[in-house]
């Protein structure tokens, strides 16, 4: 069994800066890209940023210059350093991660969700 578990986000003043973590625990062979996505009231769930395997990021053009994502392998985990933050970045932000579980199949799997709410 493979979950991810969320922490950080909260309640930011417009400027401010968070910090989210995920962390992938259960029987993981590998763990190919992670990714946050968020999702705002009435609107679609939208890629953030994600991050390969090897290292390669992208952003969503909203939030390039001020969001930055990085992993740490040893750990299982992804991270979102979020700086500048505006009030639009209100939202539910999610981790993802596509693992090679330990009978071989690749899922994708999602985190709880975590409230993130930036105030203006």
């Known amino acids: 069994q493979v979950q991810l578990v969320q922490s950080g986000g909260g309640l930011v003043q417009a400027g401010g800066s968070l910090r989210l973590s995920c962390a992938a625990s259960?029987?993981?062979?590998?763990?190919?890209?992670m990714g946050w996505y968020r999702q705002a009231p009435g609107k679609q769930r939208e890629l953030v940023a994600s991050?390969?395997?090897?290292?390669?990021?992208n952003y969503v053009d909203s939030v390039k210059g001020r969001f930055s994502i990085s992993r740490d392998d040893a750990k299982n985990t992804v991270y979102l350093q979020m700086n500048s933050l505006k009030p639009e970045d209100t939202a539910v932000y999610y981790c993802n991660a596509e693992i090679w579980n330990d009978i071989g199949n690749t899922l994708n799997y999602w985190g709880q969700g975590t409230q993130v709410t930036v105030s203006s």
């Open positions: 991050i390969t395997r090897g290292g390669s990021t």
């Open positions: 259960g029987k993981i062979f590998r763990i190919n890209t």
